[in-house]
């Protein structure tokens, strides 16, 4: 699926991903391949980006930091203050303050 993150100032991410985990204001959540349509307005805390690839990876290094796993797997992370959210057709973009 293709993720992309927006705040006012930049695009803070756009790449494929595997999953991503997402502070939602009725708690933690996660969107994996072909999930189904959704939006969401988010608070604040940290959004979780797994991804295996980091080919035509975009990300906004002051918000963002890449944590090792064991396997291949790389996760970003980016903090947030609040957002909206919105998944469909296999695209999810975050408008991010």
Do not use: C
């Not at 072909?34 to 988010?42: E, K, R």
């Not at 796993?69 to 998944?87: A, P, R, Y």
């Amino acid at each position: 699926m293709y993720l992309e993150i927006v705040s006012p100032e930049a695009t803070l991410f756009s790449s494929e991903v595997d999953s991503v985990i997402v502070p939602g204001i009725n708690g933690e959540f996660e969107m994996l391949k072909n999930h189904a349509p959704i939006v969401s307005l988010l608070k604040e805390g940290t959004i979780k980006i797994n991804t295996h690839s980091q080919s035509h990876l975009v990300f906004d290094e002051l918000h963002a930091s890449v944590i090792p796993h064991n396997d291949d797997k790389k996760v970003l992370t980016i903090k947030i203050n609040s957002g909206t959210l919105e998944m469909k057709d296999n695209r999810v973009i975050i408008l991010a303050d």
